[in-house]
């Protein structure tokens, strides 16, 4: 089983910085995609960055220039970098990867259990 344990979340003023943490463990055998997806009261989760195995990221809109996703294969974890947040931003966090596994069904696409980001004005 592959599981993924965020961390970073918290309360910070607008205008400030905050770095989230995703790190995977279980039976990886390699990641193809690892992602960031948001999702505010009263919204649908939304994506928020991708990043690709081969490097190609893609961000939202409302995030980019401002927030950075990046990898450290090694300890097969995926960050977000967030600077110049917003009030908007605000919302419990969640981060995803697929891939495959060492062990049968090959293939994998699991979540993280969220961490909740709270920007006050």
């Known amino acids: 089983q592959v599981r993924l344990v965020e961390s970073g979340g918290g309360l910070v003023q607008a205008g400030g910085s905050l770095r989230l943490s995703c790190l995977a463990s279980g039976t990886i055998f390699r990641i193809h995609d690892m992602a960031w997806y948001r999702q505010a009261p009263g919204k649908q989760r939304s994506l928020v960055a991708t990043?690709?195995?081969?490097?190609?990221?893609q961000y939202a809109d409302s995030v980019k220039g401002r927030f950075t996703i990046s990898r450290d294969g090694a300890e097969n974890a995926v960050y977000l970098q967030m600077t110049g947040l917003k009030p908007e931003d605000t919302a419990v966090y969640y981060c995803n990867m697929n891939g495959e596994k060492t062990v049968l069904p090959r293939n994998f696409d699991v979540w993280g259990q969220g961490t909740l980001v709270t920007v006050s004005s």
């Open positions: 990043l690709s195995s081969s490097g190609y990221t």
